[in-house]
């Protein structure tokens, strides 16, 4: 650290040294030393001329630079950056930004938002810098939310989501998740057909956003999630337009042996079962019906976390009561899943079981938990045994059926079985006195 002083202290150190030696100091920094006196170092780059220089002094504010600094050193960055945001550079002004957003002084926020707002918004602004500007504008809302009217930015989020590049759309899907999950969606609800109208015309100019034959997956996803923050439109010609996205994205989605296809593409898949569950019977019944039929496939693949999302989306569509019955033909996937080597799997099989159960497979599930509590899987006995005895006692047709239960439960896992059970049995039993055992519970 003292050399790097040293360094510094030399009045004909180059502006390529000053650059290495700060990098060095950001290292340095992010290893906990302290390192106070390279943040003036970091601004007398910021103020170079060579990008490769300014770019290093704004990264290395941007990192270093904290509410705890020195406040006159943090006027002469704001100076610094409020220079940069007018000088007409799209790089300069992107860098800018880009510090902005990383900066965590909540003083900064009403002083720049309007600048930001505006370059956000405005018509004319160049693309790069726009995209800079939403993301600015995002942690600027996260840090002072009651400064913003989200109502005047609609005509704003018009206009972004009718551009065609993608980095603004995927900034602006970025900014309204922001703007909604915080403040509500008051107002926004008209943007549907906007968003919808995006995720329609995801193929046009994506040449330089193809991902493994897939054309930008992550938009899709982002768009995809962002409509699951709106109830399902009222709108009918909307409604049927976004069914049809889901039906087209299901019938292309293929296993190729390509894993990084495959990864974008059951992202975007899983995104549309998500959506589907959101809609609930709103959305088309075909739709419900091939969704299950896939994720039955997709439970018994050997990829785990395919698996794993599979077993979850199920258990999740099981809420759809119509479809019950076909979920059930699955149910010995569930069963086969228990038994997985990967403890998550079998977590989630053993809670999609405990979720599926009703009165008709009530008696199956039982016993099947019942057979795998003679297995010695410690790590999830203790839950098995709580969800056979609410299983056991919900759904128990008469008292003899719910006794045998308790006493298997006990027989193969008696010192997994809490007081509370113990106290719960002896209540049921008492309760009952002299009536008929098989009378229902």
């Known amino acids: 650290m003292a050399k790097i002083r040293l360094k510094f202290q030399n009045k004909g150190i180059s502006g390529y040294d ?14 906990g030393y302290e390192v106070e006196f390279g943040h003036e170092e970091a601004l007398n780059l910021i103020n170079a001329q060579k990008f490769t220089e300014k770019s290093s002094g704004y990264i290395a504010i941007g990192i270093m630079l904290n509410e705890k600094s020195n406040f006159q050193l943090f006027e002469r960055v704001l100076n610094a950056i409020k220079t940069d945001l007018n000088c007409g550079n799209e790089v300069c002004e992107g860098l800018a930004l880009a510090t902005l957003g990383n900066i965590g002084f909540p003083e900064l926020v009403p002083e720049l938002s309007p600048i930001v707002v505006e370059k956000a918004f405005a018509a004319n602004t160049n693309s790069y810098v726009r995209k800079r500007a939403i993301m600015c504008l995002l942690s600027f809302f996260r840090r002072n939310r009651s400064i913003y009217d989200q109502s005047k930015w609609i005509p704003g989020f018009k206009l972004l989501l009718g551009q065609k590049h993608k980095g603004i759309l995927m900034s602006t899907c970025a900014l309204m998740s922001g703007v909604i999950t915080t403040m ?3 107002g926004l609800y008209d943007l549907i057909p906007n968003i919808i109208d995006v995720l329609q015309k995801i193929d046009q100019d994506a040449e330089d956003y193809i991902y493994y034959k897939t054309p930008c997956p992550w938009l899709q996803v982002k768009i995809l999630k962002l409509l699951q923050l709106f109830p399902p439109p009222d709108n009918t010609a909307s409604l049927n337009q976004i069914n049809e996205l889901m039906m087209k994205i299901m019938n292309k989605t293929e296993v190729t042996k390509n894993v990084n296809r495959n990864n974008s593409d059951h992202s975007i898949l899983f995104e549309v079962f ?3 569950i959101h809609y609930g019977d709103a959305s088309f019944e075909i739709l419900r019906e091939d969704t299950i039929k896939l994720l039955g496939q997709y439970i018994d693949v050997r990829e785990p976390n395919i698996k794993y999302l599979a077993l979850e989306t199920m258990s999740r569509m099981s809420n759809i009561d119509r479809k019950s019955k076909l979920i059930k033909k699955f149910m010995h996937v569930f069963f086969k899943n228990l038994r997985n080597q990967d403890i998550s799997i079998r977590k989630i ?7 599926l159960c009703d009165t008709q497979t009530s008696g199956e599930v039982v016993n099947e938990l019942l057979d795998y509590l003679q297995e010695n899987d410690y790590e999830l006995k203790e839950e098995m045994v709580l969800k056979v005895a609410i299983l056991a006692e919900k759904f ?9 239960v308790i006493i ?17 049995v002896a209540q049921i039993i008492t309760g009952f006195g ?7 519970l």
């Open 434 to 440: 002299n009536a008929d055992p098989n009378l229902p």
């Open 408 to 424: 298997k439960l006990i027989e193969y896992a008696g010192d997994y079985v809490n007081e509370d059970l113990w106290f719960r």
């Open 349 to 355: 099989a053993l809670n999609s079981l405990f979720s």
């Open 274 to 276: 998500n959506l589907i």
């Open 396 to 404: 128990a047709e008469n008292l003899n059926w719910y006794i045998d």
């Open 18 to 31: 000053k650059k290495k030696y700060v990098w060095k100091l950001i290292y340095a920094h992010i290893l």
């Open 184 to 186: 509500g969606r008051d």
